[in-house]
């Protein structure tokens, strides 16, 4: 539903110099390696042969994910990516997972609020199988009536426990604010009221509706040939339906005006969630809202909130914030915990560096400082096949080009102080900000 991003950290050891310009020069490889094929059935993926471990990665991708859920089914599409694995075809689920494990097989299904994901990873030698398992997963799902009730109820008491987590009420108030009667102003995990109600009929159905080739993307990495891959690949998609069904989710901006929502929790310490509007991923701005974004609160320590919230004042352990590009919306989002006697002091302070970045923008030696970091330090996501594979499917979802890891750094190194003033009195105006607070918080 909202989950907090970790913390950037400065690379400052030898040590870890080394292992950058390690991942740097793996990374430029494998970048320039992108092969874009079609199966002979007409599949098509993006691939990278990487004969070095006897591995494999694919990662999948279709369209849609919980913003097509009907309200009253709300956590739909987490329950259909919960127990797409737990039986297919002629095994149940505890005959299914044995396969999985007796050939170390990791095989898994996630949904998020615009995607429904699969992941495959797999030795080599055991490819047949696995891609075989993954495909009778897709086309075949059982929705057993043991492991979906065994998982339901998981959720459940993840979802109960949710309900006096400070973290997950600020987060989700603040989506019900920011997007009423949209499906994104309803969590992926849905509510304890839907959940409980989805049958094994509404798995079946959206499984039916999500699941086709015409709206999946695919990414494969790993110890296999394209022309092997290709056949592959038609063993494991050709089963699955051409068309999907899918409901029209509107695009949308976040509500657009001052609103501070404050949910009483007999707590020491307030949970401060707050943001706005931002830039989608396809915004010409992107780039700069990055960077920008980065200086604000992204860079951990280097970050303007971090240096005067926490390290002059001492008023916080951590803030951050960050881009949240969504489909038919972008959201620029942030958050940090104080002390209940310390939430006006700290949210004066916020709002305060937003209108001081507003009105001046960022320095020379900052920007030249983000662009260096933010350059330096991707290529250490491209540090595993699995991390590389979903990078690949994030780049067909957002629609970027096969060079783009290659053309990333250019596009940084173009952001100049205009754009990044330019874009700060776009999107950052404490006057338009979302802030919901779980606590007895003071001073507001």
């Known amino acids: 539903m909202f989950s907090l991003p970790s913390q950037m950290r400065t690379l400052s050891s ?54 097509i859920e009907a309200a009253e089914k709300a956590g739909l599409a987490n329950l259909v990516a919960s127990t797409m694995d737990e039986g297919a075809g002629d095994f149940d689920s505890r005959a299914f997972q044995k396969r999985l494990s007796d050939n170390a097989i990791s095989l898994k299904f996630n949904a998020s609020k615009d ?21 009778i997963a897709l086309t075949d799902p059982r929705f ?84 092997e891959l290709g056949l592959l690949l038609d063993k494991t998609f050709l089963g699955v339906q051409k068309t999907a069904r899918l409901v029209e989710v509107p695009d949308v901006k976040p509500m657009h005006q001052l609103s501070e929502k404050i949910i009483e929790q007999d707590i020491p310490q307030s949970v401060v969630v707050f943001g706005g509007a931002g830039v989608k991923r396809d915004d010409p701005d ?49 958050g940090f915990g104080t002390s209940n006697a310390s939430v006006g002091e700290a949210v004066k302070l916020l709002k305060t560096e937003l209108l001081k970045i507003r009105k001046d923008g960022v320095t020379a030696d900052e920007l030249a400082a983000a662009k260096t970091y933010i350059n330096g330090s991707f290529p ?44 700060a009195q776009r999107l950052i105006n404490p006057e338009n900000m979302i802030i919901t607070v779980v606590g007895k918080p003071e001073g507001l």
Do not use: C
């Open 14 to 67: 030898l040590m870890a110099s080394i292992l950058m310009l390690m991942v740097v020069l793996v990374g430029t490889v494998k970048a320039t390696e992108i092969q874009e094929i079609t199966s002979p059935g007409g599949i098509k993926a993006w691939f990278v042969e990487e004969r070095s471990i006897p591995i494999l990665s694919m990662e999948v991708a279709w369209k849609g994910g919980s913003s």
């Open 115 to 135: 995607s429904f994901q699969g992941s495959l990873k797999t030795l080599s030698k055991n490819r047949e199988e696995a891609f075989s398992l993954f495909s």
């Open 144 to 227: 057993d009536a043991e492991p979906v009730e065994r998982i339901r109820n998981q959720i459940l008491v993840g979802l109960n426990r949710k309900l006096s987590d400070p973290n997950s009420l600020a987060g989700r108030a603040w989506f019900e604010i920011a997007f009423p009667n949209h499906p994104y102003s309803v969590p992926t995990e849905g509510v304890i009221e839907t959940v409980s109600k989805i049958t094994q009929k509404d798995l079946v159905d959206f499984k039916k509706d999500q699941i086709a080739r015409d709206n999946m993307v695919v990414a494969v990495i790993g110890d296999i040939g394209k022309d």
């Open 286 to 334: 992107y780039y700069a809202a990055y960077i920008l974004n980065y200086i604000l609160g992204g860079g951990g320590f280097e970050s303007r909130l971090t240096k005067e919230i926490r390290e002059k004042r001492g008023l916080v352990y951590s803030v951050y914030s960050y881009l949240y590009p969504l489909r038919h919306s972008g959201l620029q989002l942030g």
């Open 380 to 423: 250490l996501r491209l540090s595993s096949n699995s991390k590389i594979a979903n990078i690949m499917v994030s780049m067909q979802v957002f629609d970027l080009p096969v060079q783009y890891l290659n053309d990333r750094p250019g596009y940084i190194n173009a952001v100049t102080l205009d754009d990044i003033l330019r874009v």
